[in-house]
Nanobody
Framework: QVQVVESGGGLVQPGGSLRLSCAAS????????MAWYRQAPGKERELVAS???????NYADSMKGRFTISRERAKNTVYLQMISLKPEDTAVYLC?????????WGQGTQVTVSS
């Protein structure tokens, strides 16, 4: 059984920063890629950023320059560093990964950007 658990969400003022973490655990033989998605109320889920086992990254255009995805392979953990947050970044942020050729999602962590 594989578990994917996010942490690090919360309430932050506009212009502030947050760092999200996502750790995968269990019987893991292969894990690739790891990614962050987000879903705001009334909107579709969208890709924020992804990172492969070789370190290649991909970002949604609106997040480039403000969000940075990184990965600790030994810990099966992915991070999302977010700066210059805007109210429109408010959403549930979900971690996605493909482990042993199966797709797994975390339960999500709420990020609220508000003054």
């Amino acid at each position: 059984q594989v578990q994917v658990v996010e942490s690090g969400g919360g309430l932050v003022q506009p212009g502030g920063s947050l760092r999200l973490s996502c750790a995968a655990s269990g019987r893991i033989f292969s894990i690739n890629p790891m990614a962050w998605y987000r879903q705001a109320p009334g909107k579709e889920r969208e890709l924020v950023a992804s990172i492969t086992s070789s370190g290649s990254t991909n970002y949604a255009d609106s997040m480039k320059g403000r969000f940075t995805i990184s990965r600790e392979r030994a810990k099966n953990t992915v991070y999302l560093q977010m700066i210059s947050l805007k109210p429109e970044d408010t959403a549930v942020y979900l971690c996605y990964t493909r482990v042993n050729k199966y797709d797994y999602w975390g339960q999500g962590t709420q990020v609220t950007v508000s003054s």
